[in-house]
């Protein structure tokens, strides 16, 4: 069976983005492939982030996930700093990434781009963490959404050159990004992904906004002026996400549900849409509500912890028995 991997990074609410981009697909792709789904708190860190919040925050990304249907028998779940080899192995990457390739990666591009203060040494070496996080388990494939793609793909070639350079010792693992829902975009500015740090907070759906509060997002999400339902991605952007994120839910082609719609006023779409959205938000809700009361979150962990740090503590020592790091007698 070949193996998945994936992380989320609980800095504030995980969003609808995220679930689409990201969770929704673990949990479809966790009957036929070995899945390895971890949260990424080391990554929250580049940025302050209050502490107690933060806590908070990944005791509610643990419970969305097995809320979303992510189930602990066929998959592993776990908290990244539950397995110290992700930091150890961070650190040799980074010895093994040229600056250049870390300032070519978009994200931190844009932050230096908008002159942002305080960048830490964390966010810039952030990347070299994150193939540690995927070549420690030998990761066929990484499921993620269109802005995380280049982060895989650097993975790719760290991973080919410690193979050439100190023999084979990790799987070259290949980017999976659906086809549609890969990139959602903020309600209030399409051309923005949506995002946790949507500053109006109207732009995104976090997955326990009330539903109330989600429908209100969809119904005022900008579109255009040309009063005519089409899927038209470079002229009308804001229509455009919303039917992907209705095609994505359901399932159905993005053409039919333009085609339906065709004719009718914005209102009507965006209601239909506001429906599809809030009865997904309601079953996750529900399920996330009886997991908070079960407390069996440290159970999970507990188990996703073991499995994953028998993997990864393996791997690690073959890297450092391969580089020169370990005696041997
Ligand atoms: P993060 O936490 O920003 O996002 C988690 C996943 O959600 C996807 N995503 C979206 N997809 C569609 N539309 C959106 N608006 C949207 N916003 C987010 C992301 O593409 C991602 O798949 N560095 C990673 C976490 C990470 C990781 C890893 C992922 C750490 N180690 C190893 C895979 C493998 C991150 O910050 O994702």
Same mark, same amino acid.
């Given at each position: 069976m070949k193996r998945m991997l994936s992380g989320i990074k609980p800095t504030g609410q995980l969003t609808l983005g995220n679930y689409i981009g990201a969770l929704k697909n673990f949990v479809a792709y966790q009957d036929d492939y070995e899945m390895i789904v971890f949260i990424a708190n080391l990554h929250c860190i580049t940025e302050y982030q209050e502490p107690k919040e933060l806590s908070r925050n990944l005791t509610d990304a643990i419970a969305l996930y097995l809320a979303c249907g992510l189930d602990p028998v066929k998959s592993t779940i776990f908290l990244q700093? /539950?397995?110290?080899?992700h930091a150890e192995l961070g650190y040799i990457m980074a010895c093994n990434t040229y600056l250049g390739e870390l300032n070519r990666m978009t994200q931190f591009k844009d932050k230096s781009a908008k002159g942002e203060k305080n960048m830490t040494a964390g966010l810039y070496t952030y990347p070299c963490l994150m193939a540690a996080d995927i070549l420690l388990y030998d990761a066929n494939y990484v499921p993620v959404g269109e802005d995380q793609k280049q982060h895989v793909e650097l993975t790719r070639d760290l991973a080919q050159r410690m193979n050439n350079k100190y023999g084979e010792m990790f799987t070259v693992p290949e980017p999976l990004v659906a086809k549609v829902g890969a990139r959602i975009m903020s309600l209030? /500015?399409?051309?923005k992904k949506m995002s946790k740090s949507d500053e109006t907070n109207k732009g995104c759906i976090y997955l326990l906004d009330d539903l109330k509060t989600v429908r209100k997002k969809i119904m005022s999400a900008v579109t255009d002026s040309f009063a005519d339902i089409k899927l038209d991605k470079i002229n009308q952007p804001g229509l455009y996400n919303l039917i992907e994120i209705a095609s994505a839910l359901t399932g159905r082609p993005m053409q039919e549900i333009a085609d339906e719609f065709h004719g009718q006023g914005y209102g009507v779409l965006k209601g239909y849409v506001a429906d599809v959205v809030c009865a997904e938000m309601e079953k996750i809700q529900n399920n996330y509500r009886e997991i908070m009361d079960s407390h069996k979150i440290e159970e999970v962990l507990a188990l996703g912890a073991k499995k994953a740090s028998a993997i990864a503590d393996t791997k690690l020592d073959l890297v450092k028995r391969k580089i020169g790091l370990e005696i041997i007698y």
């Open positions: 700093t /539950d397995v110290h080899a209030q /500015d399409p051309s």
